[in-house]
């Protein structure tokens, strides 16, 4: 039998009044890579913010490795790594210092942290600033050092919420492979991005959220079957009922224009 390694049940979420996440119920199974959509301010990261218990405040069942995560058991934590969309580093340590430090937190010793920081910093082709502080690296720089910490621990579950964000093209391959390998290894990966060429080629189900709901979960050639033929991009366009897009450039550029 296939293992349920996440499962939501009817959750709820509001900040003040604003309700973001109006009963989202999925499941998620071992060796799955789930592309998380959906527009701007859906509620993706407060969905994954609620499975990693940062947002405690919620209603409904979440589940992690079959447990309740309201149950005041943190362990599981220790089997997921997680790329925030926004994240903060300490800028003023080295990539070396930071990653051992990481490492050490999840309990690997500092000789295993600094091997596997080093290799995994070369093999993602950021080896030379292994000893620089991360002030001084790129955009992308800091991508791949976010990516690489997440991962050091060997998570079983991993949580990537926009980790592409100034990647090259070259390392989104890269990229792409190491999730693809991941999941064949039978990791279970959870995934969100606007991306849509890149969640529409390597996700195995794609989950689309919309008005605090989900309202498309399933593989891409089933998502294809319900609606348009066409690329992710516009079957989210169509699922989401977007059609606008010449018009408010339209409008957005008068504007601009307007002195
Ligand atoms: N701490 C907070 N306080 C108040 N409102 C919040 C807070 N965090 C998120 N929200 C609101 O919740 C809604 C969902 O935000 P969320 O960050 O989950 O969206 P998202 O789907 O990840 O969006 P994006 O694609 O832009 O990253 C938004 O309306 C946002 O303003």
Redesign the pocket.
Known sequence: MEEIILSIHDLQKS??R?E?LKGVSLEVKRGEIIGYI??????????I?IMLGIESDYRGEVKIFGHDISNGDITYKRKIGYVP?IAEVYDNLTGHEYLTFIGEMYGLDFDLADYKAKSLMELFGIGEVYHSRIASYSKGMRQKLLIISSLLHNPELIFF??PINGLDANSVMIFKEIMTQLAAQGKTIFY?S?IMDVVEKISSRIIL?MDGKVVADGTFDELKEQNTEGSLEQIFNELTGFNEHKELGTRFVSVVGEM
């Open positions: 900040y003040g604003k973001v959906g527009a701007n301010g859906a509620g993706k990261s407060t969905t913010k969309e919420d926009e969100s606007h959220l």
